[in-house]
């Protein structure tokens, strides 16, 4: 049954203190769906389980429907264990098994559940005026935890808000909905779209895009958020609080606790960062029911393949489906010999969602009505196997977000252009070509036109990337680069200091950088700087006190990062500074104590610096710092510098 508290069972174990004292870090965590790409999730589990040592392992397989893929994934040897959440009990029938049924929750657990979310509170608040009214809605869940959770939190509220009215139209919505049974999947759906029809229209169309992302993956933030912008037309601020709200409602899950200050960040900076999402499969069922029920054949907004598949719908290929704006196809062993039907043509869509499974050893290729998607605004393929033609991304002169993810390189953007692109994206890609590179530095017309709008871009993970154009300061528009995880990248280039638009950089685990350039001074505008795990930079440029906007400085785990230049203290908008595990670090700067902006300081494991200088680190004092992290044999240095009449000692944590 679905919904019914497996995957938070599942998790609950896996956190469990003495399962963790045990396995320690080999528990692992495995998502497979009704329409498993196996090739793909062995390759997971092969890296992950097999590739360890053959120690005691625990791995959880969520999701399983069929006995064959539970016999695939089961690995049998001795100090394995493994867990199985499945729908299927049938598929569960092996020997040496142990299983455990989930029943639906008892009237008081059930409660208790539905007042957590609705009222912030394990009972009934005594301010309500009908409580046997909000009973009989408890009821209308039937015990189902992700009903209770999800129609508590669209019913949630506070005192003084919520009439007696309020409820009983909430309970009778639910009452004409199906009566749940062992097969209750429409019925549920019915229920949970009560909590769809409490949104506005603009978050409905929102959580119906949801269905567009295929079930039971994690889809980066930034991606959905892009949609929501460029094809929505709405407000980046909006995009984030419609994010937000959806979550907060249960409709959407994040996979790490999301805090307000990750929220404050994305609205500041334009970007959500490393956030991700993810949704339970009966949400996207709703999902995808809302927007087929919503919208006739011959006037669909969306088509989403619901399930990967080798064949395209056949229903896609009529007058009707070439109307849709949103296209979501996920799957694989397409060539050029099998051939993309030939009358499949979407010159209305704003959006197109690629998802590629490889069968075999079979390459996919990219469809060729690609091309003629004149109005496309967003475009994300994600996959491995593909083949790119050179002319792939010809014609898409409105498309302003590329997000390309685990491909084999990206040679396809040669001779490209793409006037209008503000925001590229690769991730993981395996090989970036040189002519890619080279066609940059020559005056970066030759793969995407002149790029005047490029504002945002990300190579994460891009493991053969070495060295940057030397043209490359020719993206004048850009406001945020990240690079995080490019291992092999070496240097910037002289002329990267000409990216005078720069706002946020991030050379996270860029391990092979050595130094930063003189003219890295030149960012004005640079706002925040990620430098933590850069393991061989040793130094920073003289010119870098010139970063006068700076507020945002992270250099954890630079571990052989030895002195910081004379002009440090220049940095007077400096507001957070981390230098956590700098071990290598000798002293720090006479002008480090003119950081009078400075609110949180973290300096833990700095094992080279014996003892905090009064007289450096006394300017302090008076000014804005708020919180200190430090080792605890440096906490009474920290305290000795403040009287003990100090009004505003800081937070000090070691």
């Keep these: 049954m679905g919904g019914i508290g497996k995957t938070t069972l599942a998790l609950s174990i896996c956190k469990d203190p003495e399962i963790r004292g045990f396995f320690d870090d080999r528990i692992h965590f495995f998502c497979v769906s009704q329409s498993p790409d196996m090739k793909s999730l062995l390759s997971t589990i092969w890296k992950k389980v097999v590739g360890g040592e053959l120690t005691p392992i625990f791995q959880t397989v969520e999701d399983a429907y ?11 040897s001795k100090g394995f264990k493994t867990m199985i959440t499945t729908r299927q009990a ?16 008892n009237e008081s657990n059930a409660e208790n559940l539905f007042c957590h979310w609705a009222f912030g509170q394990n009972f009934i608040p005594a301010w309500v005026e009908e409580p046997q009214v909000v009973k009989e809605v408890i009821s209308e869940c039937k015990g189902l935890p992700l009903a209770l959770r999800v129609i508590g939190t669209s019913l949630s509220t506070s005192a003084g808000q919520s009439p007696a009215a309020y ?6 919505k639910l009452r004409d909905a199906k009566p749940l049974g062992e097969y209750h999947k429409d019925a549920l759906l019915g229920r949970l779209r009560t909590s769809i029809d409490a949104l506005d229209p603009m978050l409905q169309e929102c959580f119906v895009d949801l269905s567009a992302y295929p ?6 933030t930034d991606a959905l958020l892009d949609v929501w912008v460029y094809v929505r037309g709405m407000e980046w601020v909006d995009a984030v609080l419609a994010l937000v709200e959806l979550a907060s409602r249960s409709l959407l899950d994040f996979p790490e606790i999301v805090t307000s200050v990750d929220i404050g960040h994305a609205l500041e900076s334009n970007r959500a960062g490393g956030l991700s999402f993810s949704q339970h499969d009966v949400m996207r069922d709703l999902a995808l029911q809302l927007g087929a029920k919503d919208h006739p054949p011959s006037h669909r907004k969306r088509l989403v393949m619901p399930r990967r598949s080798k064949n395209i719908p056949s229903d896609w290929q009529s007058e009707e489906a070439a109307m849709a704006e949103v296209i979501s196809i996920h799957t694989g062993g397409i060539t050029e010999e099998q051939g993309w039907p030939t009358s499949l043509a979407f010159p209305h869509a704003r959006m197109l969602f690629l998802q ?13 009505f690609l091309s003629s998607m004149c109005r496309l605004k967003v475009l994300f393929i994600r996959g491995a196997g593909l083949t790119m033609a050179s002319s792939t991304f010809e014609g898409l002169f409105e498309l302003q977000s590329l997000h390309i993810e685990g491909v084999d390189g990206v040679s396809c953007l040669s001779g490209t ?3 209008k692109l503000e925001k590229l994206r690769l991730i993981e890609v395996d090989e970036i070509p040189t002519s890619l590179i080279h066609g940059l530095s020559q005056y970066l017309k030759v793969f995407f036109g002149d790029l005047n709008n490029l504002h945002t871009l990300a190579l994460y993970y891009c493991s053969s990337l070495s060295h940057l154009p030397t043209r490359f300061g020719l993206l004048v528009a850009l406001k945020k680069l990240d690079m995080s995880w490019c291992k092999r990248l070496q240097d910037l280039p002289e002329d990267f200091g000409c990216l005078v638009s720069l706002e946020i950089l991030i050379l996270a685990n860029c391990r092979s950088l050595k130094e930063l350039p003189q003219c890295f001074g030149w960012l004005n505008n ?6 933590s795990g850069c393991e061989i930079l040793k130094g920073l440029p003289e010119s870098f006190g010139n970063l006068h906007g700076l507020e945002h400085l992270m250099m954890k785990d630079c571990t052989r990062l030895r002195h910081l230049p004379v002009s440090f203290g220049e940095l007077r908008s400096l507001q957070y500074l981390s230098l956590d595990w700098c071990r290598r670090l000798q002293d720090l700067p006479v002008s480090f104590g003119q950081l009078s902006g400075l609110r949180t300081l973290k300096m833990r494991k700095l094992w080279t610096l014996k003892s905090l200088p ?8 008076g000014g804005s710092l708020e919180r200190v992290e430090c080792d605890e044999r440096l906490v009474p240095h920290w305290k000795a510098l403040y009287p003990p009449s100090h009004p505003a000692l800081p937070k000090f944590n070691g």
Excluded: M
């Design 167 to 172: 409820w009983r139209v909430a309970r009778d």
């Design 90 to 105: 049938s598929a569960l029938h092996t020997r040496n098994s142990h299983t455990y049924r989930l029943d639906l929750l």
């Design 66 to 76: 069929r006995q064959h893929t539970l016999k695939t994934c089961h690995l049998k």
């Design 356 to 368: 590629y499974f490889q069968d075999g050893f079979i390459n996919n290729d990219l469809p060729p």
């Design 417 to 419: 252009n793409l006037p």
């Design 526 to 531: 640079l706002k925040e700087l990620d430098l």
């Design 614 to 621: 009064a007289a450096i680190l006394g300017r302090l004092v």
């Design 215 to 220: 079930e039971d993956s994690e889809w980066s």
